[in-house]
């Protein structure tokens, strides 16, 4: 896939990665938490956030922008209005009501599932998957795997951030989903 030579240019990630505060030892002992709150919460760096995404995928011909529950709402649903398409939620386990698939799927602390609509994407539909953050990869291969059982095609996976030590990122490419991140998190 093509990508915006400007907006892909390493200052963005590094304006990015400034506004993304580092809370460690949360919510246990031993993970960085990388918290997009403050890039969030400043109008400025949000709007740049949302245009480098919206830049990476106007020419995409997109059927649909799926945001992961919860982080990847924020930045999906946007990104979605802001394209021009709708928005599909993957959903934590029990929160969708009508006919749903489930992935089960391991954390950097502890074990979840994701549940899609079964009637939430066309055979063949081309989607962009959004998250916040690959860890260990596992909710992005999930919700990428929920896509492919219901006949998507998964264009690409896009994050804002990769923290590349725990392996995700690799895995994610592995499974062959195309995966974009705006920046990236090593170390402390
Ligand atoms: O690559 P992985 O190891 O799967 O981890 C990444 C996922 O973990 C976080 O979500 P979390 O499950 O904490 O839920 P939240 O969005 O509701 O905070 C994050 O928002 C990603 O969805
Ligand atoms: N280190 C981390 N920071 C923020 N969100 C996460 N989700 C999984 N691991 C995370």
Redesign the pocket.
């Given at each position: 896939m093509m990508t915006a030579p400007v907006l892909a240019m390493p200052p963005y990630a590094d304006y990015i990665r400034s506004r993304i505060r580092t809370v460690p030892d949360w919510p246990q002992q031993g993970v960085m938490f990388r918290d997009i709150t403050p890039l969030l919460q400043d109008p400025k760096t949000f709007r740049v956030l949302v245009d480098i995404f919206v830049h990476r995928y106007m020419d995409q011909n997109l059927d649909v922008v799926a945001g992961?529950?919860?982080?990847?709402f924020i930045l999906g649903a946007v990104v979605a209005y802001e394209l021009n398409l709708g928005f599909v939620p993957v959903r934590?386990k029990g929160k969708l009501p009508f006919d749903t698939i489930a992935e089960e799927?391991e954390?950097?602390y502890g074990s979840?599932t994701v549940e899609l609509h079964a009637d939430a994407c066309k055979a063949g539909d081309r989607v962009l998957l959004i998250?916040?953050?690959?860890?260990?990869?596992?909710?992005?291969i999930a919700a990428a795997n929920l896509l492919r059982r219901i006949g998507a095609n998964v264009v690409e996976a896009a994050a804002i951030v990769d923290l590349p030590e725990?392996g995700?990122s690799n895995l994610v490419r592995q499974q062959g989903i195309e995966l974009f991140t705006v920046c990236d998190f090593s170390g402390h």
């Open positions: 992961v529950d919860a982080r990847g934590k799927y954390l950097e979840a998250d916040d953050l690959v860890a260990t990869g596992g909710t992005m725990l995700g």
